[in-house]
Structures are given as C-alpha cells and as structure tokens.
C-alpha cells in the first residue's frame, strides 16, 4: 500500500487524489485541508451566482467519497499545526496543492487607504470564508473602481451590479446578501492599463457583464481605437478576437438601461489613490499608450476617477510555506513535472500540483493535466517511495499530536447546518461564515 498525502481540497488537489487512485489500486490517500469544508476555491472563489461553475463541486465529491480517498478538514501544514516534516514521516509522499493564498500589491501611494481593498478580501467576504474579518465594503459607497481586467475583476464588478432578487437564490451569507441589497454603489469603472486586445477575461465572463438586469455596460471608443488590434482583429488569437468584437459592440450600441453602470476603461494605470481624510476618494490614474511590444509607456496625461469603494484585482500570488522551497520572483514551488527540486535536485515523495505549481492561471480545468502530470511523476517513483516505513495509519498519530481533523461525516453536518440556516431564512442552502459555526455544525456528526 501507498500512502499519500494531499495537502489542500482544491480543484488541484481533488484531481492529484483522483489520478492516484484511479491509476493504481495500491495507493491511499488522505486530502487534508485547513479548512473544516473541501473544494478550496471552487467554495471560496468561484462567484456564488456562477451555480454551474460551483456544481463542480458534485464531481470533486465523488472523489473525496472515493473509499480509498480521506478528507481530513482543519489540519493546517506548518509550523502552526502539523510541520511539513512530520507530515513528511506519516506519508510515503506528498502532494502540495496550496494554491496561491494571497493576492499581489500596486505598491503605489495610498493603497491602505479605508475603501480600498484587494478583490481577494472582498470575494473571501461574499463566499463566506471563515477567515473573512472585514465588512463594510459597499457602505457608503455610490462609485467603485475596479482596478485590473482579469476574470476576478469581471466577477467583482457583476457582484457590485447584482441585485438583491439576483443574489438571494444564491448561497451567499446572509449579511453579505443584506448589505448589497442595501448597496448605493450605481456606477462600477473597471480599468486596465493595456489595450482591450491584452484583457485577460475570457468571453463568456465579459459578455455575462451585458446580459445583468438593469445594467448598462459602456466603453470609451477612443480609448479601444488606441489598440492597433482593434481597428483589425483578425490577427489575434481566437479568445482576444472575441473579446474585441464584443467590446466593439458595445462601443457602438451600449447594452442594457441604467440602474447601474458599469464602464470599461483601457490604457489607464493606476499611480495614486486619493484620501479624503483616511478614506479613498478616488483614484489618479497616468493615460499610457501601446508601445508596440504588447507593453504600455506612461504619456504624462492623468485622469481622477472619483470612487469611494476600490477593488485591487491585479492577480493571486503564493506564498511560501515553511519547510518547502519557494522561488519569491514567481511565487512558486520549483519542480521538475511535479516533483519538488530541493537546490535544482529532485527531492524524493515531495510533489506539487495547481497554482503553487504553475501560478495563478488557467481556470478550474487547467487543473486537470496539471494534477495528472504530477500523479503520473508520483506513480514513476511508487516502487522506491513505498520502501520507506510510515505509521499504519496517519490519523491515529495526527490525533496523538492533538489534532482533531473534521472527517467526512464532519463536513456533510456542516452541509446538513448550512441547509437548516437556508431553510430558517426562506432561502437555500446558505453558507456558514465563520469558524465558530463551522466547527459547531461539524461536531454535531450525527445524523
Ligand atoms: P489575471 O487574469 O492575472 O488578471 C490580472 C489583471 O490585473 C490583469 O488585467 C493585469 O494587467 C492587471 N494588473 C496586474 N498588475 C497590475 C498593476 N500593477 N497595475 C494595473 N493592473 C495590473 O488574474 P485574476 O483576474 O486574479 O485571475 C486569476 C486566474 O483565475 C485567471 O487564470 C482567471 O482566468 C481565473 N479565474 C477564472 C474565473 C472563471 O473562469 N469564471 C473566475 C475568476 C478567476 P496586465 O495584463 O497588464 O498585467
């Protein structure tokens, strides 16, 4: 037999545990996670009005359901828990699948300013993470800025423009839910600082924004006829074609009536966010113009664009765990096909798999091949990893290192709770937002 530990419930993670078990009927794995709940940001990212997308989580299940498969939630690997070399000692190898836990900086001035926050607080807000502190995003709020123009900025952007009919079927917590209903914030400018040919969206999420009830999407036809790939799309690749055709649409005919709207700006970068006192006020941004490499050059022309509530969604980013090589400049684990390099040397039964591997791109089913090349290195080197003595069983010494994971029947009481809390509101199912009833729901095992 194979022991194998997963470390993270994410898409990458639930495929790594998926190839293992499916190609070779000797190995066993446990997935363990920090969080008391599986599914890593198919849970805490995806946006809950994206239901189809979410209803991944029904083929993530099937594998944690596996019977060679364990989920062992609120084991957190690292110097706070369970140290990566201990974790090291109870497994023949394994797989990190940690993500990239943290979001990446402007580093321009006031960006701590209240009303500005990363996309990533906000998201972790709506999808109820239990590590989620702050509220009060859209609170006096009329205009928000978005900086960035990547699928997480599309998704801020339609969360702001939602309204309260929209977002209720939704399993958002219900204090998220109320304050959006009561959300002021009428206009939404989502900027980037390239041309609208090097947007990072991809064309369903942007055409979506045109289809929100009571929202009217517009562009500035100036500001796209700067792109030399606008004027002539045919040479781009297929995903950026599209994306200009249906900007181009919009330049001419902007979608929708005007309860909200939302407007998207290119060839602005961000240099300053403006306070009035210590909250933001707007943001100044330098007009920049191609300079024919698919980078931007400064034009010494500025541009204010007044907003109270400003979203910094400019990309993920790793962060390193301890115990773990980690290269800084990409926020990632080197590795060789998913093996761990220690100092450019493979290190034996130390695997990665997801973003921590690859970084922060692709969407969820870039996760696929990318978990199947690191199971299929980790399968290579079973016949030397399985030589190496481990505990019969990993739960037995997690528990006498005073650890209490929150086992399957764990988290199906949390699903069965988030269910009753629904119920209580005349809405669906609606998620538990934070540690204390998380923990509560998942000691009330019995069914
Ligand atoms: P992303 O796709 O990398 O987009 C980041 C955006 O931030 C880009 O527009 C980038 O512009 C901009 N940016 C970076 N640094 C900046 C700076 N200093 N100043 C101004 N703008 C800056 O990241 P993401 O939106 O966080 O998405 C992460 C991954 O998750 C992506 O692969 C995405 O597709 C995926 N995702 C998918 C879905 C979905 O399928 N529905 C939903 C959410 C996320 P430049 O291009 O100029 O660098």
Redesign the pocket.
């Given at each position: 037999m194979l022991r194998v530990a997963v470390v993270g419930s994410g898409p990458s993670g639930v495929y790594s545990a998926q190839t293992l078990v499916q190609q070779d009927p000797a190995v066993h794995v446990d997935v363990l996670d920090r969080l008391p709940c599986p599914y890593g940001l198919v849970r805490y990212?995806?946006?809950p009005d994206?239901e189809k997308?979410k209803s991944l989580q029904n083929n993530l299940r099937t594998v944690l359901e596996h019977e060679r498969v364990r989920f062992l939630g609120g084991v957190e690997v690292g110097p706070a828990g369970l140290p990566v070399e201990r974790l090291r000692e109870l497994y023949h190898a394994v797989v990190y699948c940690v993500g990239a836990a943290t979001d990446?900086h402007?580093g321009i001035p006031g960006e701590e300013l209240r009303g500005s926050w990363s996309?990533t607080e906000f998201v972790s807000w709506y999808s109820a993470h239990p590590d989620s502190l702050a509220d009060g995003f859209v609170l006096g709020a009329r205009a928000a800025v978005v900086?960035?123009?990547?699928?997480?900025?599309v998704?801020v952007t339609r969360m702001l423009a939602r309204g309260a009919s929209e977002l209720s079927p939704t399993d958002m917590p219900q204090a998220a839910l109320s304050a959006l209903a009561a959300s002021k914030v009428s206009q939404v400018h989502m900027v980037?600082?390239?041309g609208p040919s090097?947007?990072?969206f991809?064309t369903k999420?942007l055409r979506e924004l045109g289809t929100l009830p009571g929202t009217r999407v517009s562009v500035n036809p100036a500001e796209l006829e700067l792109d030399p790939a606008y004027g002539d799309p045919s040479g781009l690749p297929a995903p950026q074609r599209r994306n200009v055709e249906v900007l181009r649409g919009w330049a001419s005919t902007p979608s929708g009536d005007d309860r909200h709207s939302v407007r998207l700006r290119f060839f602005l970068?961000?240099v300053e966010f403006l306070a009035d006192g210590d909250r933001v006020c707007g943001v100044r941004f330098e007009r920049t113009e191609p300079d024919g490499r698919g980078g931007v050059t400064g034009t010494g022309r500025y541009e204010e664009i007044e907003a109270q509530l400003v979203l910094r969604?400019?990309?993920?980013r790793g962060v390193p765990l301890d115990g773990l090589p980690f290269d800084a400049e990409h926020g990632t684990v080197p590795h060789l096909a998913g093996r761990v390099l220690r100092d450019g040397v493979v290190a034996p039964g130390e695997y990665v798999a997801g973003w921590i591997k690859r970084g922060?791109?692709?969407?969820?089913g870039t996760n696929r091949p990318c978990a199947k090349e690191t199971a299929t290195s980790l399968l290579e080197d079973a016949p030397v990893l399985v030589r190496r003595e481990v505990p019969e069983d990993p739960l037995a010494a997690l528990r006498a290192a005073g650890i209490a994971p929150v086992e399957w029947t764990g988290w199906e009481a949390i699903e069965r709770a988030e269910a009753e809390l629904g119920a209580s509101l005349g809405r669906g199912v609606v998620k538990l937002p934070d540690w204390e009833s998380l923990l509560a729901a998942a000691r009330r095992c019995a069914p």
């Open positions: 990212g995806v946006a994206h997308i990446r402007l996309a900086i960035g123009v990547g699928n997480v900025a998704d980037g600082r390239r090097q947007a990072r991809t999420e970068r961000p969604s400019v990309g993920y922060p791109t692709g969407v969820i």
